[in-house]
């Protein structure tokens, strides 16, 4: 059985010193979740305070962004964090969507599963050099040059 924390900090660089307690108190991972800030920035400073734990959002909000940032962001935290990284999406519901971040809504089944899809074609085509050709219903991600190539992750 896994131990985890979840992490709530108002300024993302404490997240550094909390992430290094809960190491140090034997949890296994730290998560945080996307209420009135970023998920992803405090994983940067528990990323590098720790070197143990889990590094987890639970949840960032898939829908708010697209599968190409999403997949640059889990590039850059499995990176930093040496491979501890879990990228956990939730979809959030349709008026937030609509009117907290003024992005489309339909099908929540369905556009998760292909966006999840599309973020594993990209981390496909970085890791693997595998053409990118994602073509969707609601993504369509078919561009790749090496500029904007990370190439392979040493961490997967």
């Given at each position: 059985?896994?131990?985890?924390?979840?992490?709530?900090?108002?300024?993302?660089?404490?997240?550094?010193?909390?992430?290094?307690?809960?190491?140090?108190?034997?949890?296994?991972?730290?998560?945080?979740?996307?209420?009135?800030?970023?998920?992803?920035?405090?994983?940067?400073?528990?990323?590098?305070?720790?070197?143990?734990?889990?590094?987890?959002?639970?949840?960032?909000?898939?829908?708010?962004?697209?599968?190409?940032?999403?997949?640059?962001?889990?590039?850059?935290?499995?990176?930093?964090?040496?491979?501890r990284f879990i990228l956990g999406l939730g979809s959030q519901i349709k008026p937030h969507i609509t009117k907290r971040f003024s992005m489309p809504w339909s099908k929540p089944a369905a556009r998760m599963k292909e966006m999840i899809m599309a973020i594993q074609a990209i981390w496909d085509c970085w890791q693997n050099g595998t053409r990118l050709n994602f073509r969707g219903d609601f993504y369509n991600h078919t561009l790749m040059t090496p500029f904007f190539n990370p190439g392979p992750n040493p961490h997967g």
């Open positions: 059985v896994k131990i985890d924390s979840g992490i709530l900090v108002n300024n993302p660089k404490d997240a550094g010193p909390a992430a290094k307690y809960f190491e140090d108190a034997g949890y296994d991972g730290i998560f945080t979740f996307e209420a009135a800030h970023d998920p992803f920035l405090p994983l940067v400073s528990a990323a590098m305070a720790t070197k143990r734990v889990e590094l987890i959002t639970s949840i960032a909000v898939a829908f708010s962004r697209n599968p190409m940032i999403l997949a640059n962001i889990g590039y850059d935290l499995n990176l930093v964090s040496e491979g």
